[in-house]
């Protein structure tokens, strides 16, 4: 599995940006998607994540971020508003390929840098 994710820049706060992240594979429904950010010295960290049927978000992007996949695109996205400087990190798209598996194929990550 193959994952390219695209889509970072520099924004403003206040303004929005929409990751992509692109996947091979035949069975990317099946996959869960995430997303994971990494700023700088900071540890990475989880940010969302969308299975078949359900999705997650980290606290602080609540209401700002939403998740959201195209299976005939074999593509996940991250639409990101109301962004604000703390948002900015490299972001990387993940996939767990099986129920019980970690998040095992990772893209090569995309960054964000918000300015005040």
């Known amino acids: 599995v193959q994952l390219q994710a695209s889509g970072g820049g520099l924004v403003q706060a206040g303004g929005s940006l929409r990751l992509s992240c692109a996947a091979s594979?035949?069975?990317?429904?099946?996959?869960?998607m995430g997303w994971f950010r990494q700023a700088p010295g900071k540890e990475r960290e989880f940010v969302v994540s969308?299975?078949?049927?359900?999705?997650s978000y980290r606290d602080s992007v609540k209401g700002r971020f939403t998740i959201s996949r195209d299976n005939s695109k074999n593509t996940a996205y991250l639409q990101m508003n109301s962004l604000k400087p703390e948002d900015t990190a490299v972001y990387y798209c993940?996939?767990?390929?099986?129920?019980?598996?970690?998040?095992?194929?990772w893209g090569q990550g995309t960054l964000v840098t918000v300015s005040s």
């Open positions: 993940a996939a767990a390929t099986c129920a019980s598996c970690g998040y095992d194929y």
């Open positions: 594979g035949r069975t990317f429904i099946n996959y869960r």
């Open positions: 969308i299975s078949r049927s359900s999705t």
